[in-house]
């Protein structure tokens, strides 16, 4: 568990160089104002779902895959709350950078996400039994 808060942590950090960096070279038209509140908001919802799927598994190891797929349902709950309430409070308005914030909102959805997935396979390996391939 420390490993991955670790590299959540190293993840993260990186991420929000290259956001800082691309909003010093071209601003507001490419980087959204909200670019900080979005990164601060998957990096906690990404600890928050690997937490809960480590509860989950250490009551009971059989458990892994449907603790997995519910924290992943969850993830794409939020994130789908987070972009409704941000487009009823007003961001579907001209001028607020709409398309800025969606892009920005998915490709940190999709960054977290696959950083997750990387994570847990690169975890698993060590627990695969030698010579128990299934066909």
Same mark, same amino acid.
């Given at each position: 568990?420390? /490993?991955? +808060? /670790? @590299? *959540?942590?190293?993840?993260?950090?990186?991420? $929000? =160089?290259?956001?800082?960096? *691309? #909003?010093?070279?071209?601003?507001? =038209?490419?980087?959204h104002p909200s670019a $900080? %509140? +979005?990164?601060l908001f998957f990096a906690v919802l990404t600890g928050i779902t690997f937490w809960l799927t480590w509860r989950a598994y250490? /009551? @009971?190891?059989?458990?892994l895959m449907t603790a997995w797929?519910? &924290? !992943? =349902?969850? /993830?794409?709950? *939020?994130? *789908?709350? &987070?972009?409704? !309430?941000?487009?009823? #409070?007003?961001?579907?308005? =001209?001028? @607020?950078? &709409? %398309? &800025?914030f969606l892009g920005l909102f998915f490709l940190l959805y999709f960054l977290y996400t696959g950083f997750e997935v990387w994570n847990v396979v690169t975890n698993l390996r060590p627990f695969s039994k030698p010579g128990s391939?299934?066909?």
């Open positions: 568990m420390n /490993r991955f +808060l /670790r @590299n *959540l942590l190293i993840f993260s950090l990186l991420l $929000g =160089a290259g956001i800082y960096a *691309l #909003r010093v070279q071209f601003g507001a =038209a490419v980087v $900080g %509140w +979005l990164l250490q /009551r @009971n190891p059989e458990s797929f519910s &924290t !992943t =349902a969850l /993830r794409l709950v *939020l994130a *789908l709350g &987070t972009i409704v !309430t941000y487009l009823v #409070r007003g961001g579907a308005k =001209a001028g @607020n950078s &709409t %398309w &800025t391939e299934e066909v």
